[in-house]
């Protein structure tokens, strides 16, 4: 079952969808980590890497079809030193590592209050997990914004963490909500996927999960006033 609703609003638009499908019996959620608990915008990261000196960054990385280096850094098989340095190579001599890295987090922003809020008020009456496409360079950026809305550990939020880049697979393959699903002895039927990627629900609707896809069109906004 899957619902594809408009608006970054995810409060609102969280517990309409819940509203709906209350008679599924949801007893777990499973949630992405970026574009759906915290705010990103990939083209500051783009803008960055042009401003470095990488002009046809844009067509190397985007959110649908990722490169190799992109998705390798995903799953764990680079480190962030040849990741660092791969970039290095096309950007002008002198270039620092330290610039690489805060132009590949530029597109982390901040973690809205309602989030946290949310995530409090679910706490207790259902499971909850977080499954995320993310790298080891990231996740640090991340905590640091979280840090600045919450005092609550953000591991504390959820049963389990799941990361990209420490399971060795990534969204929209099957396998990694399978693996999710039998570890965690999730049944499919009883849990909710919320995610801002249509691959990626697309993905997890495969295996028989209940999903949400979380946009942010506006002319959709009117669903949530």
Request: proline letters at 3%; one cysteine or more.
């Amino acid at each position: 079952m899957g619902f594809w609703l408009g608006g970054f609003d995810i409060v609102k638009a969280f517990f309409l969808f819940l509203y709906v499908v209350i008679k599924k019996n949801i007893d777990t959620i499973i949630f992405d980590f970026g574009g759906v608990l915290i705010n990103i915008d990939y083209h500051r990261t783009i803008e960055a890497f042009k401003e470095l000196g990488i002009e046809d960054f844009e067509e190397r990385y985007s959110q649908a079809d990722q490169g190799s280096l992109f998705t390798d850094l995903e799953v764990g098989k680079i480190s962030t030193q040849r990741f660092v340095n791969d970039l290095l190579r096309s950007l002008p001599s002198g270039t620092s590592p330290n610039k690489v890295v805060h132009a590949w987090n530029a597109m982390i922003l901040d973690v809205p209050k309602s989030t946290v809020d949310l995530l409090k008020s679910l706490q207790g009456k259902y499971r909850l997990f977080l499954l995320s496409n993310t790298n080891e360079i990231h996740i640090p950026k991340a905590m640091s914004e979280w840090k600045k809305t919450s005092k609550d550990d953000f591991y504390d939020c959820f049963e389990h963490v799941y990361l990209s880049h420490e399971m060795g697979l990534r969204k929209p393959n099957e396998e990694i909500f399978r693996r999710v699903c039998v570890e965690q002895n999730i049944q499919p039927e009883n849990a909710l996927f919320i995610d801002d990627s249509a691959q990626h629900i697309i993905g997890a609707r495969k295996i028989g999960l209940n999903t949400f896809h979380l946009t942010s069109e506006i002319a959709l906004s009117s669903l949530f006033s």
